[in-house]
């Protein structure tokens, strides 16, 4: 199945500080997501970038999904103490794999006022 | 819209007892429900996929006897620990999709604490 590796692990920054987290393949993928989890709780769906080189705004945070398929980014312009959470990618096993996802590891960010 | 229920949210049982969760989608249909567990400050791992009317599709090293899965309705699925043991204890979440390649929708998930 589909693998991705995402970096980096931990991230601390200072409130107004920019922050990016990235996530590479090793093969084409079909698609890639994107979802939040706030300390405690769930994962929530972010967005889904499907074309090669889109770039997709969602407030302060941007994604991109590179030329080939192979890598995307997340970025938070001006960090917020809202912003606190964990950052996973995730991607389409493949197949018939019924749309499961294999998540990266996920970034985890602190935001310090 | 998209809301997924999962219940209980927190359990705490002894050593051998039998754990039944409930994920449920309240304003949706999903022809597909699946199961991860999370370990504190690590990312999700799928155990199964669960599909309505059918048998769940159980991960490499996920133990089918140990975790049992049944999906009733394409509301409802319910994930049962059987004679859980310490080890068990885990972050239980599940989520629902309404179609194959669009996003999943996330329950609560159940922190489970086995004595």
């Known amino acids: 199945g589909q693998q991705v590796m995402q970096i980096p692990q931990y991230q601390h920054v200072q409130e107004g500080e920019d922050f990016t987290t990235y996530c590479n393949s090793s093969?084409?993928?079909?698609?890639i997501q994107w979802y939040k989890q706030r300390p405690g709780g769930h994962p929530v769906f972010l967005i889904q970038?499907?074309?090669?080189?889109e770039v997709k705004k969602q407030k302060r945070l941007t994604f991109q999904f590179g030329e080939a398929k192979k890598n995307s980014s997340l970025h938070i312009t001006a960090t917020q103490t809202t912003d606190v959470g964990t950052y996973f990618c995730?991607?389409?096993?493949?197949?018939?794999?019924?749309?499961?996802?294999?998540f990266g590891q996920g970034t985890i960010l602190t935001v310090h006022p | 819209g998209a809301v997924v229920s999962q219940h209980p949210s927190w359990v705490i049982c002894k050593s051998g007892t039998s754990v039944k969760i409930e994920c449920r989608s309240l304003?949706?249909?999903?022809?597909?429900m699946f199961w991860y567990r999370q370990f504190p400050k690590q990312s999700l791992m799928l155990m199964a996929t669960?599909?309505?009317?059918?048998?769940?599709?159980?991960e490499q090293g996920v133990e089918k006897d140990k975790f049992l899965i049944n999906h009733a309705s394409l509301t409802l699925s319910t994930l049962t620990v059987t004679s859980a043991h310490p080890e068990d204890s885990s972050f239980y979440i599940c989520?629902?999709?309404?179609?194959?390649?669009?996003?999943?929708?996330f329950g609560d998930g159940t922190r489970l604490s086995i004595l």
């Open positions: 995730a991607v389409n096993a493949g197949g018939t794999s019924y749309g499961k996802l294999t």
């Open positions: 093969t084409t993928l079909s698609n």
């Open positions: 989520s629902a999709q309404v179609r194959q390649h669009q996003p999943q929708h």
């Open positions: 304003d949706f249909q999903a022809t597909t």
């Open positions: 970038l499907v074309k090669s080189g």
């Open positions: 669960s599909n309505e009317g059918s048998k769940a599709t159980y």
